[in-house]
């Protein structure tokens, strides 16, 4: 395994629509890994494929419930319900943070690293990871959906008020 290199905004890849991966070989399988240990290491709540430079239709979700890793191949949304308000960020908008609304359940439909179709449901900040990552899978960014970032006093208000 290796770490790979998180590309920030403002770089091509993050605004191509990604290609279906065809060939579930040894090369997706190190695309994965890679995946893993960059998100791990970068204490984030999921990574796609091109945020590492890959333009192909891949992600990570952290799912909170199992404490993993939820790798999604060729992932779509089947339906989702509900909303939520709240915080969201992107590893490739360091440092920054804004306030998205997203629906509170999501249920995808995706590929494992093998080519075998699956079902997965998220809710809170697991359905938030699963709308985030397919996005990026587009070429969209969560920063389309806010007016502007927070400040620094915001966040620290809104982070006291989320303890509460
Ligand atoms: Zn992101």
């Given at each position: 395994?290796?770490?790979?290199?998180?590309?920030?905004?403002?770089?091509?890849?993050?605004?191509?629509?990604?290609?279906?991966?065809?060939?579930?070989?040894?090369?997706?399988?190190?695309?994965?890994?890679?995946?893993?240990?960059?998100?791990?290491?970068?204490?984030?709540?999921?990574?796609?494929?091109?945020?590492?430079?890959?333009?192909?239709?891949?992600?990570?979700?952290?799912?909170?419930?199992?404490?993993?890793?939820?790798?999604?191949v060729n992932?779509?949304?089947?339906?989702?319900?509900?909303?939520?308000?709240?915080?969201?960020g992107c590893?490739?908008?360091?440092?920054?943070?804004?306030?998205?609304?997203?629906?509170?359940?999501?249920?995808?439909?995706?590929?494992?690293?093998?080519?075998?179709?699956?079902?997965?449901?998220?809710?809170?900040?697991?359905?938030?990871?699963?709308?985030?990552?397919?996005?990026?899978?587009?070429?969209?960014?969560?920063?389309?959906?806010?007016?502007?970032?927070?400040?620094?006093?915001?966040?620290?208000?809104?982070?006291?008020?989320?303890?509460?």
């Amino acid at each position: 395994m290796a770490l790979r290199k998180i590309v920030e905004q403002g770089e091509d890849c993050l605004t191509k629509v990604c290609r279906p991966v065809t060939a579930f070989n040894s090369r997706l399988h190190q695309l994965l890994d890679d995946m893993a240990e960059t998100l791990s290491e970068a204490n984030g709540a999921g990574l796609a494929a091109p945020q590492v430079g890959v333009l192909r239709r891949v992600c990570l979700v952290l799912d909170e419930d199992a404490e993993e890793f939820l790798e999604l191949v060729n992932p779509e949304i089947l339906s989702q319900s509900g909303e939520q308000t709240g915080l969201e960020g992107c590893l490739s908008v360091p440092g920054k943070w804004g306030i998205v609304t997203r629906p509170n359940v999501v249920r995808v439909r995706a590929q494992d690293r093998y080519g075998d179709w699956f079902e997965a449901e998220g809710e809170g900040l697991t359905a938030r990871a699963f709308c985030h990552e397919i996005e990026h899978l587009d070429g969209h960014m969560y920063t389309e959906h806010i007016d502007r970032f927070l400040t620094e006093e915001e966040l620290e208000t809104y982070l006291e008020e989320e303890e509460e």
